[in-house]
């Protein structure tokens, strides 16, 4: 008789933190590719979020902070914008950003996004989450927490990745560790990188926190790099999802799993180099 597979939320969260810790000087230093990659889908986020002068903007899992030096430009000095993570390395990077950028309406804290209950309620005008819902073990806790400390009215902008087949540049890798380190399937509810981007998910998490007039729009953010090889080195170096999915490989076997990735990922290249696809779901809901 088979064990049965149980998902472990707190050890989840546990390693999650790990990885950002280890992964935090990695995260800053591809900051500028970051803004290319994602930042028409985080423009597009922001101006749904209706992000503007004198704004206060809450980032939650802001991570190395990118999103975050784009938030404060737009809310300017009489704005504020507070980021959030569970990861105090990766923190330290957005905040040596916001200084080296001379922007001091931006403060750091960290915090879980699913634990906000050390902030005020009914505090800021727009909550926003880059690529970070999809990782937390109980989402709707996460969205209800983001949903008390908005202001009536406040908006909520999250991005996320849509689903497998539309981004080849991350499902090809999970594809190939998940076949190597003979994981089974994710588990319903299972945070992981397509785990809202179904048809409707996103919408639907949206609407169970009791957000309103939630919209979502979908953006191609091709990944655009020299070659196949400078992107496994992206996410080598920068996405710990991945590593924690090679956490019983050896270290031959993930050596030949990043080799295997590299050589399917080479179908992307062509004479402008490599190209992988990529699209982005971009949500606001009201409170």
């Known amino acids: 008789m088979s064990a049965v597979t149980t998902f472990d939320p707190i050890k989840f969260k546990a390693t999650t933190r790990s990885q ?10 591809w900051g500028p590719f970051l803004g290319e990659w994602l930042g028409p889908a985080t423009e597009r986020m922001l101006d749904l979020a209706a992000v503007q002068s004198g704004s206060r903007v809450l980032d939650v899992a ?12 737009r809310v300017g000095p009489s704005g504020h914008v507070l980021a959030t993570d569970i990861s105090p390395a990766i923190l330290q990077r957005a905040a040596g950003a916001a200084r080296e950028a001379g922007l001091s309406q ?22 926003i989450s880059r690529v970070g819902l999809i990782y937390f073990p109980d989402q709707q806790k996460a969205l209800g927490g983001m949903k ?17 087949d539309h981004n080849a540049f991350f499902s090809i890798p999970v594809s190939i560790i998940r076949r190597r380190a003979k994981l089974p399937p994710p588990l319903p509810g299972q945070p992981g990188p397509f785990s809202l981007g179904a048809d409707s ?8 926190a009791e957000f309103r007039d ?24 920068s996405f710990g999802a991945l590593h924690q999915m090679m956490a019983t490989l050896s270290e031959d076997e993930r050596a030949d799993a990043w080799r295997e ?23 606001v809901g009201r409170k």
């Open 20 to 29: 950002w810790e280890n992964a935090a000087e990695a995260w800053h230093r």
């Open 62 to 73: 802001a991570g190395a902070g990118e999103q975050t030096l784009r938030a404060a430009r």
């Open 106 to 127: 931006i403060a750091t804290r960290e915090l879980d996004g699913e634990v906000l209950d050390a902030l005020p309620a009914d505090t800021f005008d727009a909550v």
């Open 148 to 164: 008390r400390v908005l202001k009536p009215g406040g908006r909520i902008g999250a991005i996320v990745y849509s689903t497998a």
């Open 201 to 208: 998910v996103l919408a639907g998490a949206l609407e169970r």
């Open 214 to 237: 939630v919209t979502v729009e979908k953006v191609d953010a091709p990944v655009r790099l020299p070659s196949a090889g400078e992107c496994v080195r992206f996410e080598r170096e």
């Open 261 to 283: 990735i590299e050589s399917e990922l080479k179908q992307f290249e062509g004479p402008g180099g490599f190209i992988g696809p990529c699209e982005m779901l971009v949500a």
